[in-house]
């Protein structure tokens, strides 16, 4: 029997997360953060488990949940998807993301990936017989190159996955951005999966521009959040997917028979907590004032921290430290000076390494400054 994936290894967040406990080193590796969900949110998982919502949910999401996402899509990006037919809640993200690529991939299809990327997109492109075709990020801000993307588009592409807020770089896509998107893809079969799971967190007082606020780009697109990222609850693993009636279908499709639903008290909970807008109107701020805390503590080392808008990852030069491969340089960080991050060759197909590290500042201001201690003794 030869493996579907035989170049795949370990996922780089299982490894990291496993060194840094190994070497009891700061984990900002692996993004989730060191501070707990809000206690009213927890509340309410024990109240609905204690009132005996424990069976198994509707297979596309509480009702009550879907109807929450639908009324705060509204508020925040002016379109109200409808909760029957263009709403399903998955087992966090990754779930809507395999369930949306698997729904519609076959094999021979191209899906254009902008790199580097978040790890999972590329192997279940491939599980369904697919090619990822890789553009490369402009550097040195990791724009989009539009032309280069229109280049790799070809009559074998089937979809263009987005990422904004963008993990690893922290960049974000601008209106213009999904302007040449749906003019790239007007007139096509060609769909979008756009990953807005860190939506809450674009700092500076820019805007998060949804996929969902474009007319002409949602008739086309899945767009997949996670309220794992909103509510500190990475652990929880709830996440939804919004598409057009006819994608919404094929997706569910998949969902039913790859995890079927999602657990019943914590949709409960968070559709609930979800009327508490002050929680992920602050977000910004909150996560704002934790990256100007991490940014500042690296001016007392020799990390360079690459301007970020948004996500709770911040990037960081390292080549005025050594010139050693990233990964290498990542692993010795962690056993030896104590702090682990993520190397970002991890987040590109040919592993390549421009010199950077990915921190997550989700932490209390204790961990950052008692791991910017550490870094600065470099
Ligand atoms: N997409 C991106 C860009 C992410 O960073 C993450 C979380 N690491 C996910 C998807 C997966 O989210 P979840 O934990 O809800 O599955
Ligand atoms: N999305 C998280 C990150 O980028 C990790 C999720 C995971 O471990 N699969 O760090």
């Known amino acids: 029997p030869t493996s579907k994936l035989p170049d795949v290894g370990t996922s780089i967040f299982t490894v990291m997360s496993a060194l840094a406990n190994e070497h009891k080193a700061i984990n900002l590796s692996?993004?989730?953060?060191?501070?707990?969900?809000p206690k009213p949110l927890m509340d309410l998982v024990t109240k609905y488990m204690r009132e005996?919502?424990?069976?198994?949910?509707?297979?596309?999401?509480?009702?009550q949940l879907r109807h929450q996402i639908g009324q705060k899509t509204e508020r925040m990006y002016g379109y109200q998807p409808d909760p029957d037919t263009e709403i399903t809640v998955t087992s966090?993200?990754?779930?809507?993301?395999?369930?949306?690529?698997?729904?519609?991939?076959?094999?021979?299809?191209?899906?254009?990936?902008?790199?580097p990327c978040y790890d999972s997109y590329a192997p279940v492109i491939r599980l369904c017989g697919g090619s990822p075709i890789y553009v490369p990020l402009a550097l040195p801000n990791f724009s989009v190159d539009w032309d280069q993307v229109k280049k790799r588009i070809s009559s074998r592409t089937r979809m263009v996955i987005i990422n904004t807020p963008h993990n690893p770089t922290g960049a974000v896509i601008a209106k213009q951005d999904m302007d040449m998107l749906a003019s790239l893809t007007s007139g096509s079969d060609i769909l979008v999966l756009s990953d807005e799971v860190y939506e809450h967190m674009v700092f500076d007082g820019q805007q998060?521009?949804?996929?969902?606020?474009h007319p002409q780009l949602r008739e086309r697109s899945f767009v997949v959040s996670s309220f794992g990222k909103t509510y500190h609850t990475t652990g929880w693993k709830v996440g939804?997917?919004?598409?057009?009636?006819?994608?919404?279908?094929?997706?569910?499709?998949?969902h039913q028979f790859t995890?079927?639903?999602?657990?019943?008290?914590?949709?409960?909970?968070?559709?609930?907590f979800i009327e508490e807008a002050q929680h992920y109107l602050q977000l910004p701020d909150f996560y704002q004032a934790k990256r100007d805390l991490f940014v500042e503590l690296l001016r007392q080392t020799r990390f360079e921290a690459v301007p970020s808008a948004g996500t709770y990852f911040q990037l960081a030069k390292y080549s005025g430290i050594?010139?050693?491969?990233?990964?290498e340089f990542a692993k010795r960080l962690t056993t030896g000076t104590g702090v682990a991050a993520i190397p970002v060759s991890a987040f590109?197909?040919?592993?390549?390494?421009?010199?950077?590290?990915?921190?997550?500042?989700?932490?209390s201001e204790e961990t950052l400054r008692t791991a910017a201690e550490k870094l600065a003794k470099l």
Do not use: W
Not at 52 to 63: E, K, R, T
Not at 208 to 213: F, M
Not at 348 to 363: I, M, V
């Open 92 to 115: 966090g993200a990754t779930e809507a993301l395999n369930a949306a690529i698997t729904a519609v991939v076959k094999p021979g299809d191209e899906v254009v990936l902008l790199e």
């Open 240 to 254: 939804y997917a919004i598409a057009p009636p006819r994608l919404t279908a094929e997706l569910r499709r998949v």
């Open 52 to 63: 005996g919502f424990n069976q198994y949910a509707p297979m596309a999401g509480m009702p």
């Open 259 to 272: 995890t079927f639903c999602t657990a019943t008290p914590f949709q409960l909970a968070i559709a609930d």
């Open 208 to 213: 998060h521009y949804s996929a969902l606020q």
């Open 30 to 37: 692996q993004g989730f953060p060191d501070f707990n969900c």
């Open 348 to 363: 590109y197909h040919d592993k390549t390494d421009h010199k950077y590290l990915r921190f997550c500042f989700a932490k």
């Open 322 to 327: 050594t010139d050693a491969y990233d990964l």
